[in-house]
C-alpha cells in the first residue's frame, strides 16, 4: 500500500481521466493520534469537571483537536493557544504561558 505508482481514475459518463494522489500516511497517523488525544482529554473532563482549560497546539493540530472534542469540554474551554512549543524547555513554556496569562 502507497508503494505503487498513483492511481488513475476513469469517469464512466463521459471518459475522462484524473489522478489520485496517494495516502500520506504521517498525515493519517497524526490524525490518528490528535484524536486519541481528544478522547483522554474527554476523559479527564468528564471525571474531573474542571472549571476552565487552555489548549495549547501548533494551528493545526488545534485545528484538528477542535473537530474532535464534545460539547462538555468545548464548554470548559477558556483560551486556545495556537503555538508550537514542542521543543521548547519546560522553563521557557511556563514563562511563555505566563506571559500569556497575562494578557487576557
Given at each position: 500500500?502507497?508503494?505503487?505508482?498513483?492511481?488513475?481514475?476513469?469517469?464512466?459518463?463521459?471518459?475522462?481521466?484524473?489522478?489520485?494522489?496517494?495516502?500520506d500516511w504521517h498525515e493519517a497517523a497524526e490524525v490518528d493520534f490528535l484524536a486519541k488525544v481528544a478522547q483522554v482529554l474527554e476523559q479527564a473532563v468528564a471525571q474531573r469537571r474542571?472549571?476552565?482549560?487552555?489548549?495549547?497546539?501548533?494551528?493545526?493540530?488545534?485545528?484538528?483537536?477542535?473537530?474532535?472534542?464534545?460539547?462538555?469540554?468545548?464548554?470548559?474551554?477558556?483560551?486556545?493557544?495556537?503555538?508550537?512549543?514542542?521543543?521548547?524547555?519546560?522553563?521557557?513554556?511556563?514563562?511563555?504561558?505566563?506571559?500569556?496569562?497575562?494578557?487576557?
Open positions: 500500500m502507497g508503494a505503487d505508482r498513483p492511481t488513475r481514475v476513469y469517469d464512466s459518463m463521459d471518459g475522462s481521466r484524473s489522478g489520485a494522489e496517494q495516502t474542571p472549571p476552565r482549560l487552555s489548549l495549547v497546539a501548533p494551528p493545526r493540530a488545534l485545528g484538528i483537536l477542535r473537530q474532535e472534542l464534545g460539547e462538555a469540554t468545548r464548554a470548559a474551554l477558556a483560551a486556545e493557544i495556537a503555538k508550537d512549543l514542542v521543543n521548547h524547555p519546560v522553563p521557557e513554556i511556563e514563562k511563555q504561558l505566563a506571559a500569556m496569562r497575562q494578557l487576557t
